[in-house]
């Protein structure tokens, strides 16, 4: 039985059977067990022992390959050591490796492993005022960018891209938005409009240096920890090649329709204008980034049904996706 063919319900509970089997790849204390905290794309776990926290993180089949991976643990270690940028280190396992790999009777095939030092802390309050926390995170962007910029990666270094041709190309990453969830007949003459427009605006902006090059990804607040020991920007699972604006897109995944969009885009271009140059006319194409990625958002919740977060999510999706689509045409589908 393949994993298309498990539901999300049995292939947690083989997941939960890996994650303290595995345990035994790392030097932990007696003792150590595993808990469910998240699922994404992978599954996170809360490794806990008296006096011991660390978090592991069990990759989703077929999703990156081992050198991927290495290739996402090595730019966060750069960041960390040269960029400025505060991020969890790794614990390697027995055999001096980051990247452990396992499997438990049932699951169709081996998955990839990390664990990573817990780190104390908690994501910013969105409760109150928007602006200092979208500061910081446009801040943390342009510097995350310079580095990008001036880093020699390392060779065979490979990751995601998040590009046109990714998002709406004959094999996209996330799925095609067509399927995604009452994407009914108005919804699609929409978005295939904005889709068409996303791609004129984005082959005239073009992918050179200073535009378009190593990312995060999915830098929303909820992947900074903030605590005694300052900010740390955690999850870089999708980090990968794309336009730099597409990290602000990112940050406001799922709440692009809130109304404080707008001062959020103002609050982090000032933030990001204290470490980067921006110039006027790339800030006015983030909107562009926001659709792109809210398009590849309602792909996802379309190829991710299986699992509570998309679910929840799919309900309205698209038809607010197209009233985005509409809004964003008036301004950009001529211009």
């Known amino acids: 039985m393949g994993q298309s063919e498990m539901s999300l319900e049995e292939t947690l509970k083989l997941l939960q059977a890996l994650a303290n089997r595995a345990l035994a790849l790392w030097d932990m204390p007696a003792g150590a067990a595993a808990r469910l905290i998240n699922v994404s794309e992978n599954a996170t776990y809360l490794v806990e022992a008296?006096?011991?926290?660390?978090?592991?993180?069990?990759?989703?089949?077929?999703?990156?390959?081992?050198?991927?991976?290495?290739?996402?643990l090595a730019w966060a270690d750069a960041l960390n050591d040269q960029g400025g940028i505060t991020t969890p280190a790794v614990y390697v396992g027995k055999d001096g490796k980051p990247i452990q790999s396992g499997t438990v009777p049932g699951?169709?095939?081996?998955?990839?492993?990390?664990?990573?030092?817990?780190?104390?802390?908690?994501?910013?309050?969105?409760?109150g005022d928007p602006v200092p926390l979208y500061e910081e995170l446009g801040e943390?962007?342009?510097?995350?960018?310079?580095?990008?910029?001036?880093?020699?990666?390392?060779?065979?270094?490979?990751?995601?891209?998040?590009?046109?041709?990714?998002?709406?190309?004959?094999?996209?990453?996330?799925?095609?938005?067509?399927?995604?969830?009452?994407?009914?007949?108005?919804v699609r003459a929409v978005l295939e409009r904005v889709e068409k427009t996303i791609k004129n605006r984005l082959a005239t902006f073009g992918k050179g240096g200073d535009r378009f090059g190593l990312i995060h990804a999915d830098m929303r607040l909820a992947n900074l920890l903030t605590g005694g020991s300052g900010t740390r920007l955690i999850d870089f699972d999708d980090c990968g090649f794309g336009w730099y604006?597409?990290?602000?897109?990112?940050?406001?995944?799922?709440?692009?329709?809130?109304?404080l969009v707008p001062v959020m885009k103002a609050a982090w271009v000032a933030g990001y204008r204290k470490a980067r140059d921006l110039p006027d006319e790339d800030a006015l194409e983030i909107d562009t980034f926001i659709m792109l990625r809210r398009m590849a958002l309602l792909a996802w919740i379309g190829s991710h049904i299986e699992a509570p977060e998309p679910q929840a999510l799919a309900v309205g999706f698209a038809r607010?996706?197209?009233?985005l689509g509409k809004v964003y045409l008036q301004s950009f589908e001529a211009a």
């Open 50 to 72: 008296p006096g011991y926290k660390a978090v592991l993180r069990i990759h989703r089949e077929n999703y990156h390959s081992e050198n991927a991976i290495e290739c996402e």
């Open 320 to 323: 607010v996706t197209a009233e």
């Open 140 to 186: 943390i962007a342009a510097r995350t960018h310079l580095h990008s910029i001036s880093w020699t990666r390392p060779e065979g270094f490979e990751r995601l891209i998040w590009d046109c041709e990714t998002v709406f190309g004959a094999r996209p990453t996330w799925g095609n938005w067509r399927d995604g969830p009452e994407v009914t007949d108005d």
């Open 107 to 127: 699951l169709p095939a081996p998955r990839y492993m990390v664990l990573f030092h817990f780190v104390a802390g908690a994501e910013p309050d969105t409760s």
């Open 245 to 259: 604006l597409y990290d602000f897109a990112a940050a406001v995944s799922f709440i692009e329709d809130d109304p």
